[in-house]
């Protein structure tokens, strides 16, 4: 019987013990899905910010400008919520931005 390749990949990434790098990539994959609608009102806003890293319940945004670390600063709130929503637990207590150079 077939059976879906997203069943088996929880227990060989245990297995093979990389469980983290793999929430870490979903995580990440998550935010860029919710950028347009966390940042309505600012088009093409997944073009200038990118994430960067997810570690110990911390994101990690790379921003091409202060500009927009403000705007992530104050969507700070907006931001771990709707991923902790989308995750159905709490996955992000913290949230940092980084200049991308």
């Known amino acids: 019987m077939f059976q879906p390749f997203q069943k088996f990949l929880p227990r060989a990434a245990t297995r093979y013990g990389i469980s983290k790098e793999m929430e870490a ?5 998550d935010f860029r899905k919710l950028t347009p609608e966390i940042f309505k009102g600012r088009p093409q806003a997944e073009d200038y910010i990118q994430p ?7 994101l990690t945004l790379n921003v091409l400008s202060p500009a927009w670390a403000q705007e992530v600063v104050m969507r700070r709130p907006k931001i771990i919520e709707e991923m902790n929503k989308k995750a159905g637990r709490e996955i992000i207590k913290n949230l940092r931005t980084q200049l991308q150079s």
Do not use: M, P, V
Request: aromatic share 8%; hydrophobic share 25%.
């Open 25 to 29: 990539a979903k995580i990440c994959r």
């Open 52 to 58: 960067a890293s997810y570690k110990n319940k911390t």
